[in-house]
Nanobody
Framework: QVQLVESGGGLVQAGGSLRLSCAAS????????MGWFRQAPGKERDFVAA????????YYAGSVKGRFTVSRDNAKNTVYLQMNALKPEDTGVYYC???????????????????WGQGTQVTVSS
């Protein structure tokens, strides 16, 4: 069992930056592949970024590549999402998620993930 708590959201102007954190609790939390998703009002929850448990591989949605960076500190059981050059279309609730199964990591598939945080709101004003 893993519990996830996101933080770091807020209101920022276009072009600004935010860093989201996702703190994971659980004895084996550091062994989970992690993902970030976001959901805008009235829309589906979409993949943003993901990182393998070791941190050796990272993945990004095309819309955020080059602007967002996912990283993790397994000693702190925390995953980060550094968001730069924010745009109004980045607005939404950001969720972190954990996946602990063996096999292929289908990082962009929402069904891959077993545990979800409660989300943190990011609002980018124009």
């Amino acid at each position: 069992q893993v519990q996830l708590v996101e933080s770091g959201g807020g209101l920022v102007q276009a072009g600004g930056s935010l860093r989201l954190s996702c703190a994971a609790s659980g004895r084996t939390a550091s062994r989970y592949d992690m993902g970030w998703f976001r959901q805008a009002p009235g829309k589906e929850r979409d993949f943003v970024a993901a990182i393998t448990w070791s941190g050796s591989s990272t993945y990004y949605a095309g819309s955020v590549k080059g602007r967002f960076t996912v990283s993790r500190d397994n000693a702190k059981n925390t995953v980060y999402l550094q968001m730069n050059a924010l745009k109004p279309e980045d607005t939404g609730v950001y969720y972190c998620a954990a996946e602990g199964r063996f096999g292929v990591f289908s990082y962009s598939d929402i069904r891959t993930y077993d545990y979800w945080g409660q989300g943190t709101q990011v609002t980018v004003s124009s």
